[in-house]
C-alpha cells in the first residue's frame, strides 16, 4: 500500500525557499510578482524594521507561512512576528517557518496575478486565525486597506489614501503611505 505524504511532509521536503502554499488541501505555488510589487513589499519591511525593536520582533517579506489548519498554509507578503513565536525556529536548519498564533500584523501587496485571491480566500482566512491587523497595500490606487480585530473578535475594515498610518497592534508603529507611494511612477 502507498501512503502519501501529508501536506506538511511535502511542504518541509519543498525545503522554506520553496514558494508553495496550502489552499484547502490543494497545493498551490505562489506566484512570482512583478517589479513594483517587490519594490513596495521590501520597502514596507524597511519602514517597520526600523521602528520595531529588534529583542521583541522581526519582520518577515515572503517568507514564513501562517497556518490556520492543516489544510491552509499561506505565505502573506509580509509578517511581522514576536520573536517569542520564532523561538521554536531559530537555530534549527530544516524546521519549517509555520505560525498557528495569531501575528500582530499580516501584511499582502496586491498583484495582477493575486489581487481577487489575496481578498476572497486569504483575507478570511487570515481572519478566522485571528490576526491582529490585516493589511492590503494597493499600489496603483495608492491605498491601504486596514482590517483590525476588535475585543469581540469582530474587524473593522478602514482604507487610507495617504499619510502616515498607526498599526492598531504596536502603537507608536507607523505606515508613511506617501514613502512608499513616493516610488511608483505616476
Given at each position: 500500500m502507498?501512503?502519501?505524504d501529508s501536506l506538511l511532509d511535502v511542504l518541509t521536503k519543498a525545503g522554506d525557499d520553496s514558494r508553495l502554499e496550502v489552499h484547502r488541501g490543494q497545493l498551490r505555488e505562489k506566484p512570482s510578482?512583478?517589479?513594483?510589487?517587490g519594490d513596495v513589499t521590501t520597502y514596507l519591511g524597511f519602514q517597520l524594521a526600523g521602528q520595531l525593536d529588534r529583542k521583541?520582533?522581526?519582520v518577515h517579506v515572503n517568507n514564513g507561512r501562517v497556518r490556520r489548519t492543516e489544510a491552509t498554509y499561506y505565505i502573506p507578503d509580509l509578517i511581522i512576528i514576536p520573536l517569542r513565536l520564532a523561538d521554536p525556529f531559530r537555530g534549527r536548519p530544516g524546521v519549517l517557518e509555520i505560525y498557528d498564533d495569531p501575528l500582530p500584523l499580516v501584511a499582502e501587496v496586491w498583484s495582477e496575478s493575486t489581487g481577487d485571491y489575496d481578498v476572497e480566500e486569504k483575507l478570511p482566512e487570515y481572519m478566522k486565525r485571528g490576526d491582529r491587523?490585516?493589511?492590503?497595500?494597493?499600489p496603483y490606487e495608492r491605498t491601504l486597506m486596514s482590517w483590525r480585530r476588535q475585543p469581540d473578535g469582530t474587524y473593522t475594515e478602514t482604507v487610507y489614501r495617504g499619510g502616515k498610518v498607526e498599526l492598531y497592534a504596536l502603537p507608536g508603529v507607523f505606515i508613511d503611505l506617501d514613502e512608499l507611494f513616493e516610488l511608483l511612477p505616476e
Open positions: 502507498l501512503v502519501r510578482m512583478r517589479f513594483d510589487h521583541n520582533y522581526r491587523e490585516i493589511v492590503r497595500l494597493h
